[in-house]
């Protein structure tokens, strides 16, 4: 479960969309012996739901203003000491709805051409299938949109040092900033937020062959106590990421990305109404992943592993907290780039995952499990095949009209999933982009806790624009 309440980098909103930033995190060193540099793009969108939900009529139409920044540069005129950051901020026009993120935010030392000291919050490549399948298990996500989750950045020291072909990474932090949800807020006795994405507990339990009623209460503790949890990770990598082969292996001990839920359930006596009181929670787990890849001019593929071993965490008397279960997930991963096809560039991009436990179970202060659950699954998806293509249509007034399209197919809830967003540049700066995302499963009465299920009527269509700088 996505939580919105602990926020110190961002506030509610539903999503911003921005290609993935070219400026801090793909570079090594960034600003040293460089100028500075700032680059960005401003987006307005407008996206319509293309059905009703009744409890939350507002949520069918939006509107969207944002604006992403990435800098980058050297402190002082220094020749070893650089900063970077990626940053985003959005406005959907409404109280309450704008949000200021960070993504990135560090500074960096240089120490001779292969070892570099970073400091802040800095994003780094863990884990291909991680990346790939937008898992969230090594870094943690901006999710106010569940289709556009946004990686970011682990916050702490960073060491990495380079020789030849071979790379060494080590991260050490005090504190953890777990992926950010929807806005979470009690209203009328219900856990609601201002986002069709949000998985909203039941209301109903049935309590000795009555239907009790469940009336919800946030509390939220100390930011300290959520913040103050240290960790640590390494990852070796030999190889270039973009030519010839390459192996690299991770290991972390690091608090849980996504927070852990805890409640507490005090029966009204008289009433057929159970009071809950719902607490966010942290716990650890290790991960340990691998890569093994090879790239060509034209092809580039790789086969990942990933293990991830959540520690259990006992609740006080009278409470119930979640039990996440051990993860295996394995991923096949190829992009293709054929010869130019009548004279355009195309990028074909295949992939398998398959994740192999993953499951939530509601535990008592003894160990047991407990009769009511209030989420079952940690990942979208679990057995899916995806396809992709993106690629240049045609031209008007010689200016590119592309297609970015991208479908799974989920055979472990028997759902599918279908994206594509077509954008026309009549200028360098500036793109016009319309787009539409499709879920849809096969039988509704089967597996309805399930990703695809449990958001089938979010189907949308969105239009806008964007300017780059």
């Known amino acids: 479960m996505t939580w919105g309440l602990f926020a110190p980098l961002s506030v509610s ?5 921005a290609p993935a930033p070219t400026g801090t995190s793909s570079r090594k060193n960034p600003g040293l012996a460089s100028p500075h540099h700032l680059s960005g793009q401003l987006r307005f969108e407008s996206m319509q739901y293309l059905s009703t939900v009744p409890e939350s009529p ?3 139409r939006s509107q969207l203003l944002s604006v992403r920044a990435q800098l980058q540069g050297p402190v002082a005129g220094s020749e070893w000491l650089a900063y970077g950051g990626d940053f985003a901020a959005g406005t959907f026009f409404k109280r309450g709805l704008n949000q200021f993120v960070v993504h990135e935010l560090f500074l960096n030392a240089g120490f001779g051409s292969d070892t570099s000291l970073s400091a802040g919050r800095k994003k780094a490549s863990w884990s291909e299938m991680d990346e790939r399948w937008q898992l969230g298990l090594w870094q943690p996500h901006f999710a106010m949109d569940s289709l556009r989750p946004e990686s970011q950045g682990l916050t702490g020291v960073f060491l990495e040092h380079r020789h030849g072909r071979f790379e060494i990474l080590g991260f050490a932090t005090p504190i953890f900033i777990p992926t950010m949800g929807p806005e979470i807020r009690e209203e009328n006795g219900s856990l609601v937020s201002d986002s069709r994405w949000y998985r909203q507990p039941s209301s109903r339990y049935d309590f000795n062959n009555r239907i009790n009623s469940l009336v919800y209460r946030l509390d939220v503790p100390e930011a300290e106590k959520l913040v103050g949890n240290p960790g640590s990770a390494l ?3 030999w190889g270039d990421r973009d030519r010839g082969p390459r192996v690299a292996a991770a290991w972390g001990y690091k608090p849980v990305n996504e927070l852990l839920l805890k409640r507490a359930n005090f029966k009204v006596v ?3 109404r159970f009071d809950v009181t719902v607490s966010p929670d942290v716990t650890y787990h290790e991960l340990v992943s691998a890569d093994l890849g090879y790239a060509t001019e034209r092809v580039d593929v790789s086969l990942s592993h990933l293990a991830d071993l959540p520690r259990e965490k006992r609740p006080a008397a009278d409470w119930v907290v979640q039990r996440i279960d051990p993860l295996s997930a394995t991923s096949f991963q190829m992009d293709i780039r054929p ?8 990028l074909l991009q295949l992939g398998y995952l398959k994740v192999q436990g993953g499951g939530i179970t509601d535990i008592t202060a003894e160990g047991w499990s407990d009769d009511f659950n209030m989420f079952d699954q940690r990942v979208k998806f679990t057995d899916v095949l995806s396809i992709g293509l993106q690629t240049e249509i045609t031209r008007f007034k010689g200016r590119p009209l592309t297609v ?3 479908s799974l197919y989920d055979r472990a809830q028997k759902g599918s999933l279908f994206s594509a967003e077509f954008t026309y540049s009549p200028a360098k700066e500036w793109a016009l982009m ?7 499963v096969e039988d509704d009465s089967f597996r309805p806790s399930g990703f695809l299920n449990q958001f089938r009527a979010n189907d949308r269509v969105y239009g806008g624009m964007t300017y780059v700088f």
């Open 434 to 440: 319309a787009g539409a995302d499709v879920l849809g």
């Open 404 to 406: 970015q399209w991208r």
């Open 235 to 237: 990852r070796v990598r």
């Open 58 to 60: 507002d949520l069918t």
């Open 13 to 17: 909103a539903q999503s911003v969309k």
């Open 270 to 272: 008289d009433q057929d």
């Open 339 to 346: 010869p130019r096809i009548l004279s355009r560039q195309v």
